[in-house]
């Protein structure tokens, strides 16, 4: 059987655009996945190693009050799973002896943030300072975790 030129050409072009949102979909999973090329730090601010060694270091290097320690993998290992919008929010809001934004209220969530990155990745974590994304996920978190603590009360 012969099919006329024209017929074909418009299966083939009908094809293509079917595929074209599939193609796009796959694009985005890939750019907004963890190692993703769109990842842009929020910039502004001290570095999360300038804020471990100012503030963090005084509790965390050897561990005051049961602080995880700097560079201890097994301390850290669970609280890196619990994630790092989860964990960071946790620890700016503060967590028993932990005191909230470190005891340093002068501190930006994203100053924070880096420095919780900063130690996670010493620990063995692949935690990137914080870009808009993560800032919001850690807000979030944080809004959650004062409902806990308000309903306590
Ligand atoms: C005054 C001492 C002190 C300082 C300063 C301090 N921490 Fe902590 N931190 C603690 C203690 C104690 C804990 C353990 C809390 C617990 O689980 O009982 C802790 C726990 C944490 C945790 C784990 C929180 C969780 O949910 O278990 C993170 C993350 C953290 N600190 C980050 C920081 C960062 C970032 C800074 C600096 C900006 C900082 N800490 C400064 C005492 C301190």
Known sequence: M????????????????ALAPVVLALGACV???PSGSDHVPVAGGKSGEA????????CHETGVAKAP????????EGLIEEGQD???AH???GVRGMPPRGGDPSLTLAEFSRATAF???AAGGDWRDPDTRMLERIRHEEKK????IEKKK
């Open 86 to 88: 989860v964990l960071t």
């Open 31 to 33: 750019s907004g996945g």
């Open 119 to 121: 130690m996670a990745r």
């Open 91 to 93: 620890a700016w809001v």
């Open 69 to 76: 320690k700097f560079g201890d993998r097994e301390a850290w």
């Open 51 to 58: 804020v471990y060694q100012q503030v963090c270091r005084a």
């Open 145 to 148: 975790r004062l409902k806990e």
């Open 2 to 17: 012969k099919q006329e030129p024209s017929k074909v050409k418009a299966k083939h072009s009908i094809r293509a655009l």
